[in-house]
């Protein structure tokens, strides 16, 4: 058995770095970068986290600062995701059907969250919806605060989610015939029946893909939600930010668990979005 | 007929009105804003912002972690894309999760990996410690952690270009007798250059912007550990709104350049 093993071993080993066979080459270079890179650095966290114990660490999960950060990173990044959901989709429409001026520069535009530090975002952001802001100025007559509340952490996550939604989209619509579309009408569908009918039902798997995809981008956000909110502890104080202000109070252990917290609600939606993804093809098939 | 018409093109400019007062709100005022309040007092004070010592500092910190990260991981994307791309082998849906996963890992989290694997207590420490290096609030932090935020980009551009463009020309030279690296500078290098070449594009602009991760790392050290997205937020900290929009004109400036090279890239990667 183990001569058996270590033969085995050696073959591999063969395969792997002798340069002889370059084809093995990138099979080394994709796989030990991975280890070094990815599957290190989380089994440390892992590891740590295990060695804290279960009760150790789902006293400190579950504190209620914890609690209250949990919940104002997931509702208001659900908040965003949903509104974006519904407005993404209307951007991504307007954009693929109509023809207008401007419309190839709004286009473009779009992934500028993508391509914009995301401190630049948290201090344009809170700047234009400060209470002197050109937005938060508006607002303020009615006593509404926008930048340094949850608000602030609401627009924010807006502004970083919505070309997730736009851009899964796009593509989807651009594909979808507009005869079928014409065919509704002129068998006599009002148009509400059209959309409701006709449009929608293949755009849901594409939607809710985008949904989930801004959802988790928001979940983990932190430049530009540190900046524009006042992280204030029950307040707008968001999960990331939590691990930040542990790590400087040198409480690795705080900052571990809230961390692997996160780390499991990032792996839990990856296998959703995979699952979306995969009925929104066969959607796409059929 | 004419009315169902007219109904059609007043749907249609309350459709656009809607999107675009939408977009308004979230990126084109800010996006204004941003210059704005750059140059409203104007050029000069922009100049003085950026001719300081800590400006120059963290734009130099900037292009090093840029030089440094690039490179590597364009050669890490070009052989995973060939070991997904070009090769059946159970597992391969995993890998390809696996690759996506820096992307939806909070910064923070990637950062605070790097410290329980580098810091003063973390697997490493001891080692790295009576080596004399410094990972953790220093260079190699920083690379490592912009490493792991970037490492997707590439690979995810360039498998679907090599899926697309099949082995065949890639078996052809190898019957004619090319060596691998022939054929991979002569057949595979100028069909995947556009997709290649966008995937570059994004990694740099995220090595360059990147703030959760790098924040965690490099102790933000002003003058010494700080990038220009840290500087951004050191600077605002400091209520020095004119020195802190300056940093983040540069770097919107940055963002602009990399959406219209995306999209002239987009096009060539359409036509051909």
């Known amino acids: 058995m183990n001569s058996f093993l270590s033969s085995s071993f050696n073959n591999n080993l063969k395969h792997i770095s002798i340069p002889k066979l370059p084809i093995s080459i990138p099979w080394f270079v994709t796989l030990g970068y991975l280890v070094l890179m990815l599957l290190l650095p989380i089994a440390a966290l892992i590891t740590k986290s295990l060695t804290l114990g279960v009760d150790e660490f789902w006293r400190i999960a579950t504190q209620p600062l914890s609690l209250s950060a949990y919940s104002v990173t997931f509702i208001t990044a659900l908040a965003a995701g949903l509104i974006n959901g519904v407005m993404g989709t209307l951007v991504a429409w307007v954009l693929v059907r109509y023809e207008f001026p401007g419309r190839k520069i709004i286009d473009a535009a779009i992934d500028l969250p993508f391509a914009l530090p995301t401190s630049v975002a948290g201090l344009v952001l809170a700047t234009v919806y400060s209470e002197r802001g050109w937005i938060g100025q508006l607002f303020a007559p009615f006593g509404i605060r926008i930048s340094f509340t949850r608000v602030g952490v609401f627009i924010a996550m807006l502004f970083i989610s919505l070309p997730f939604i736009v851009r899964t989209l796009q593509p989807v619509l651009q594909e979808m015939e507009k005869e079928i579309e014409e065919a509704a009408w002129s068998l006599g569908a009002s148009s509400w029946q059209t959309f409701s009918r006709v449009l929608l039902p293949p755009l849901i798997p594409p939607i809710l893909t985008g949904i989930a995809l801004g959802f988790s981008r928001a979940v983990g956000e932190y430049g530009s939600v540190v900046i524009i909110a006042s992280n204030i502890p029950f307040r707008d104080l968001i999960a990331p930010v939590l691990v930040f202000q542990r790590l400087e109070q040198y409480d690795y252990a705080g900052a571990t668990v809230i961390g692997t917290v996160l780390l499991m609600a990032s792996l839990v939606l990856l296998l959703v979005i995979n699952f979306l993804q995969q009925w929104g093809r066969r959607y796409a098939i059929k | ?272």
Not at chain 2, 106 to 111: C, D, E, K, Y
Not at chain 2, 198 to 204: D, E
Not at chain 2, 208 to 235: D, H, K, N, W, Y
């Open chain 2, 1 to 272: 007929m004419p009315s169902s018409n007219q109904l059609n093109r007043r749907t249609k400019w309350l459709l656009i009105g809607v999107a675009v007062g939408y977009l308004a709100l979230i990126l084109f005022i800010p996006a204004t804003t941003l210059v704005y309040e750059a140059f409203h007092r104007g050029f000069m004070p922009f100049w003085e912002a950026v001719n300081t010592r800590f400006f120059q500092a963290a734009v130099s910190l900037t292009l090093i972690t840029a030089l440094i990260c690039v490179p590597i991981n364009t050669i890490f994307g070009l052989c995973a894309a060939w070991v997904i791309a070009r090769n059946q082998f159970r597992g391969r849906a995993l890998l390809m999760s696996i690759i996506d996963l820096p992307f939806s890992v909070s910064p923070v989290v990637a950062g605070l990996m790097l410290i329980l694997l580098y810091g003063r207590i973390g697997w490493f420490g001891p080692l790295l410690e009576s080596a004399g290096i410094r990972v953790i609030f220093a260079l190699p932090g920083i690379v490592l952690a912009t490493l792991f935020v970037t490492l997707p980009f590439v690979a995810r551009e360039v498998i679907p270009v090599l899926e697309e463009m099949g082995s065949d020309q890639e078996e052809a030279a190898r019957t004619l007798g090319a060596k691998d690296w022939q054929i991979f500078w002569r057949v595979t290098l100028p069909n995947i250059r556009w997709g290649l070449l966008y995937g570059v594009l994004l990694t740099n602009a995220r090595a360059m912007g990147e703030f959760g991760a790098v924040a965690v790392v490099s102790g933000s050290i002003i003058g010494r550990t700080s990038t220009l997205p840290i500087f951004v937020e050191q600077v605002y900290k400091n209520y020095q709104t004119q020195g802190a929009f300056s940093a983040a004109v540069v770097l919107g400036l940055l963002a602009a350049v990399t959406l219209v090279v995306k999209d002239i890239l987009e096009k060539r990667t359409h036509t051909i």
